[in-house]
């Protein structure tokens, strides 16, 4: 198929693709709850400034209403509990606590009354310790593993203590403690968004409107996995790379998430997964060698493409004739890094991102091969010739080694053992061996005996 028509037929299959999971996203809308079971912390505001107006009302009251349709919503879920914190509800203004936060509600299945109930009872007095009360929320998560533990804080200000809300949030989103945390202002400004919003995910709620919104795409974000694909890119920027493994781990904490071999579906495309939105994250793509992309966020409610370069070709290494190597292999290592990314066996063929490679093939002698290129979708072939046999029958021990000649110099290729019949499986070429007996005390005795390897054929040296 000519190039411009593949290009326009993969275009074609990737439409016809995204059409359809879009359409069967409207028609059964975001359902794919997860699993695992959640707590969620509900941060509740209950500082001096909530006595403010808001359209017709308080912020409090505003507040209220957000909190409550919220405590409604998750009780939907069997796999959900719930815990309410409260924060400048204890004491006046005047007093200045900072340290005005408290777990008002622990967390335990069906506890949705107990939470409405203090929710409704609670009279704005104090200042305004979000920093506090997110430091202090690490202690209110019970330990478990496999838990999504998230926060939702309803709040109408700024911080008024010390402390940093961002850094405390980012770094026990990094101990794991929690996902990213959901911050909704009401009464807010711009400046508050500002502040605030890399705490967590921001949302404004200063109308009824706004609120009833912000209500339906927490619960949406709270509760359902995210659809997406990972395009895995050629040069020409095609989603036509695949059949490779992907490691997807929490961006923040690290831990590997999941494990996934990345497939084509049925249409011809990069196939669907479903992640939690929640997370931000970060994927290895386990060619040769890893391709990495981090800090990846999903967008709920859209199909998330999340594009990585990943150009491909091959090297094939082929031995000439029957190798009486037993496992030959060639090290490979990016060109001009240090570290070995791949030990290929011969008569084998191997992905590699394009580019150039250095390779050392471990024949008797070491055969080397510096920048070997690796172009998209096509083979680079590295032969060697048929090796020949050595074989050394001698008479008395000796201190020796085989050498060769490599521009103009002696280079060490291998020693000879101490038995008195050796094999000894070599690349054809022209080799020295130099040594003594080892009873000989005088370096006079050193004797030189030249050889030649022959493909496919037998040396002997009698010693």
Known sequence: MPHNSLMHHTFVQYMKSLILTMALFAAFGLTAQTKQKTRILLIFDASGSMTS??????????????ALK??????????????????????????????????????????HILIK?????????????????????EKDFPSETGVRNLIIIVTDGLEECTGDPCAISQALQRKG??????????????????????????????????????????????????????????KQIRPLETDVAMS???????????????????????????????????????TMPPVTKT??????????????????GHIQLISKGVTNYLELKAVIKVHNKPKTINAQSFNTTKRYITGAYDLEVLTTPRKYYD????????????TIDQPGRLQINKKTNLVAAIYQTVNGKIEWVC???????????????????????????????TFEKEFIITSATTSELNL
């Open 53 to 66: 107006t808001l359209e017709k009302g308080t912020r409090m009251q505003a507040a209220k209403k957000i």
């Open 415 to 445: 020693d000879i053992s101490d038995e008195y019949f050796q094999t000894i499986i070599m690349q054809p070429g022209k080799y020295v061996l130099i040594g003594r007996s080892k009873s000989e005390t005088r370096t006079i005795y």
């Open 117 to 137: 109930k203090r929710i409704a009872s609670l009279i704005p007095k104090g200042w305004t310790p979000i920093a506090y009360s997110l430091q202090e929320s």
């Open 248 to 286: 997807i781990y929490d961006h923040f904490t690290k831990k590997l998430l999941h494990n996934f071999e990345h497939t084509m579906n049925g249409r011809g495309v990069p196939d669907t997964l479903f992640l939690d939105p929640m997370r931000k994250y970060d994927i290895t793509v386990h």
């Open 295 to 312: 800090n990846i966020e999903l967008i709920v409610g859209k199909h998330n493409i999340i594009p990585i370069d990943v150009p491909q």
């Open 177 to 234: 403690i929690f996902l990213k945390p959901f911050i909704i202002g009401v009464g807010s400004t711009d400046q508050f968004k500002l502040n605030f919003n890399c705490a967590g995910t921001y949302y404004d709620a200063n109308t009824e409107k706004d609120a009833n919104n912000v209500v339906g795409v927490v619960i949406s974000q709270a509760m359902n996995a995210t659809s997406c694909q990972v395009n895995l890119l050629d």
């Open 371 to 382: 920048s070997v290129v690796v172009d998209q979708n096509k083979t680079t072939f590295i």
């Open 70 to 111: 919220m405590v409604d919503s998750f009780q939907t879920f069997s796999n959900v509990e719930l815990a309410l914190r409260v924060y400048g509800h204890q004491k006046t203004v005047d007093q200045k606590d900072c340290k005005d936060s408290r777990l008002e509600v622990p967390f335990a299945p069906n506890n």
